[in-house]
């Protein structure tokens, strides 16, 4: 599995000429000219995701629907997360993250999806799962799949960017998969 930190994520939109406050137009516009709708479903990132993508003027034509699922109880209810695996590796993993995804994709019936799932801190750390751990996870008509971020690796770090480099990364992420990057 991919694992990505701020620092290699920074570095790959600089090499690409992307800056982070423009993520979401190139997803936007990528989406418009594919004719796809995007869902998201949002844990700790709490909608920032989708408020990025309805911040824009004509998303409605890309964006189906957002669902923040902070709780287990409605990633199991409404996203079909597995309560098996929600008990046993937690909200916090992989395959909660792609379930989260694929989830949310079947249920809007949309071309494309993205989810996250992590630990925002400064509490809800553990010794396995730090602050700043959060599971991208991206779901097309084709594939399923999950990133491992750790954006929590400098001092700069704290709740509020460790959201926002995640809902940019899930953007991104995104962005590059349907661009075939």
């Known amino acids: 599995m991919l694992t990505i930190n701020e620092e290699t994520f920074l570095k790959e939109l600089s090499e690409k ?3 982070l406050e423009d993520i979401h137009k190139r997803l936007v516009e990528k989406l418009k000219t594919l ?18 993508i309805t911040a824009l003027s004509g998303s409605s034509s890309v964006f189906d629907c957002g669902v923040c699922s902070y709780s287990n109880e409605i990633k199991a209810k409404v996203l079909g997360v597995d ?4 008990d046993t590796l ?20 949309s071309d494309v999806a993205i989810s996250t ?4 801190g400064p509490t ?7 602050i700043g751990l959060v599971y991208v996870g991206v779901s097309t008509l084709k ?11 400098t001092k700069h770090n704290d709740r ?7 809902a940019c990364y899930a953007l991104y992420k995104l962005y590059s998969e349907i661009s075939g990057d």
Do not use: W, Y
Request: charged share 25%.
């Open 17 to 19: 000429n992307i800056r």
């Open 35 to 52: 004719h796809l709708k995007v869902a998201t479903a949002e844990s700790c990132t709490g909608g920032l995701i989708s408020q990025k």
């Open 83 to 86: 309560k098996h695996i929600l």
């Open 90 to 109: 937690g909200a916090v993993s992989a395959e909660v993250a792609m379930q989260m995804s694929d989830g949310v994709r079947k249920l809007s019936e």
């Open 117 to 120: 799932t992590g630990i925002a």
């Open 124 to 130: 809800g750390a553990t010794t396995d799962k730090p």
């Open 143 to 153: 594939k399923t799949f999950a990133v491992k971020c750790l954006f929590c690796e």
């Open 160 to 166: 509020e960017r460790v959201r926002e480099l995640s």
